[in-house]
């Protein structure tokens, strides 16, 4: 869980890296012409790239937010297993101790 947890954290990594890269680059007005249907689809694009630029940086936020819960899993089940680890040994130990 942790590998896992920890490659979540590497794409986190990527996602927030890529939208950043992808935010510095935007088209400049007027390179398609200087006529409506250039500044219409120049709008469309460039609203466009926002879009992606913000699901890049959302993508970021939940694969952290995985990260984060196969963590925690991680050490809960670490936590579980030491607690039947110790059970089994007192129980043992009953079992040793009261056939003598």
Known sequence: MRSGANRSYNAADRAN??????GRAAVNSGIFGDFAAAELFHSALSQTHAHHVNRMHGHCSLLGALGDKAHHAASGFSEMEERNTEAVREVLWRVCCTNR
Do not use: E, I, S, V
Not at 17 to 22: E, H, K, Y
């Open 17 to 22: 890296d890529g939208a950043n890269t992808l």
